[in-house]
């Protein structure tokens, strides 16, 4: 079954600009199935996969054959493009001797594209990033019916400089979709578990994908054959989500040295298993300016490293699991996170720049606290901003602290 993207509604819009496109993400993420549901929309356009050994010793050892065979068409479609290895100069190649053919490549890791292919495209290049699926993609397939007044609340918020009007949300409706919101949190976004009906069968495709990640990403690109290390990192990450990096301590549970370690955790970065989000700041004697806290991209994917998918009444983890799902949810919007946290230990858990405004934003997982933080009315003294957001269980009345607008919205519609 197949869940529409809001991607490919970007990529459509931009189909005829002549710079190449690529798009990357996790492995299993649905870049094939989103390209492919492109492709078969375009008549003139051909979709080709590098994994077939044929096509890709062709493109690397004669590429004006490969041009002649597979650019005859306007569009062509080359899926799992990281396993070329000198991709880039052959791409510029292309372009440069096509100018009125349009390439999309795909690849399931950002540091493979970036080395093999990207550094030969600078200006020739568009990059899309394509994420597990969000809260409302999820939701479009989940629960149709609830999906027409999700959207409709969505209509009240502008994220391009944030604005927030009126909005009433019923207290059936909200709890139909915070029940949805926890099912996502619990399973995650890979749409092949979305689209999973049973417990048991989403738990063998999470942890095909994870067996998957190590066999393709971690032996086969990068070579390494400690796997074992790089699984207590993983590991530990898992643990760790939404707190300040410990570097010692990461270090002495995958036994890595402090330069193997920031290696590592970069490649878990760019092969998007978890990534850190950095302080944000402006006086460094007051605030926190160095160690970043780390999220998953995924929290099924999580969940399942930690072997827990209790609903999360019961789970002491369910505050980092609420802001790790803000932190999805911020990034699939394309915004780049921060967090705040003073030398006193006032801490806000997200800081955006939505325009030319910051919005600080709490997660809260208590169901009933209606009160302004007070590490939040710290951010917000120090630096005014015009709205802040708490997330919790329900809307409720905003307020305002100074001249800083706080509204209390459910962490559903982030």
């Known amino acids: 079954m197949y869940i529409k993207r809001k991607l490919e509604g970007t990529i459509l819009t931009y189909l005829d600009a002549p710079e190449i496109f690529a798009i990357v993400g996790p492995r299993q993420c649905g870049k094939t199935t989103m390209l492919k549901n492109i492709q078969s929309g375009l008549k003139d356009s051909a979709f080709i996969n590098f994994e077939d050994i044929e096509i890709l010793t062709m493109f690397e050892n004669d590429i004006k054959e490969f041009a002649k065979k597979y650019l005859a068409q306007k569009y062509l479609f080359i899926d799992e493009f990281q396993h070329a290895s000198h991709g880039g100069k052959n791409l510029k190649f292309l372009y440069d001797t096509y100018p009125d053919k349009k390439i999309i490549i795909s690849g399931s890791s950002a540091i493979d594209l970036t080395i093999k292919a990207l550094k ?9 990033n394509l994420f597990g699926l969000d809260f409302e993609e999820y939701l479009s397939f989940r629960d149709p019916s609830l999906f027409p007044l999700y959207t409709e609340y969505q209509r009240h918020i502008s994220w391009k400089g944030l604005k927030i009007s009126p909005l009433k949300i019923g207290d059936v409706i909200n709890g139909q979709l915070q029940a949805v919101a926890e099912e996502f949190i619990i399973w995650g976004g890979y749409p092949r578990v979305a689209t999973t009906v049973g417990e048991e069968e989403k738990k063998i ?13 971690i032996k086969d690109i990068l ?3 400690d796997d074992y290390r790089m699984k207590k990192l993983i590991e530990a990450t898992a643990v760790q989500i939404g707190q300040l990096v410990d570097y ?4 002495q549970m995958a036994s890595y040295d402090y330069l193997t370690l920031k290696k590592y955790l970069n490649v878990l970065e760019k092969t998007f298993i978890c990534q850190p989000i950095r302080p944000f700041f402006s006086n460094r004697r007051k605030e926190i300016s160095k160690n970043p806290k780390i999220y998953f991209f995924d929290t099924g994917l999580r969940n399942y490293i930690v072997q827990n998918f209790n609903p999360l009444t019961i789970r ?12 999805t949810q ?9 967090f705040w946290r003073s030398k006193t230990q006032s801490e806000v858990d997200f800081v ?5 405004e910051i919005i600080p934003i709490e997660s809260k997982s208590s169901a009933n606290k209606a009160a302004v933080p007070h590490s939040l009315v710290s951010f917000i003294r120090e630096y005014h901003p015009p709205h802040a957001l708490i997330l919790g269980e329900a809307s409720r009345h905003s307020t305002k602290t100074e001249k800083t607008k706080i509204h209390f919205l459910p962490r559903w519609i982030i």
Do not use: H, M, S, W
């Open 330 to 338: 911020l990034l699939k919007r394309d915004f780049t996170p921060n």
């Open 248 to 251: 010692n301590e990461l270090g």
């Open 352 to 356: 955006i720049k939505a325009g030319p």
């Open 316 to 327: 002491v983890d369910k505050g980092q699991l609420y802001e790790n799902f803000v932190f």
């Open 205 to 217: 495709v999470l942890k095909n994908i994870y067996n998957t990640y190590f066999l393709r990403d």
């Open 120 to 128: 030969f495209l600078v200006g020739r290049v568009f990059i899309f």
């Open 223 to 225: 070579g390494l054959i």
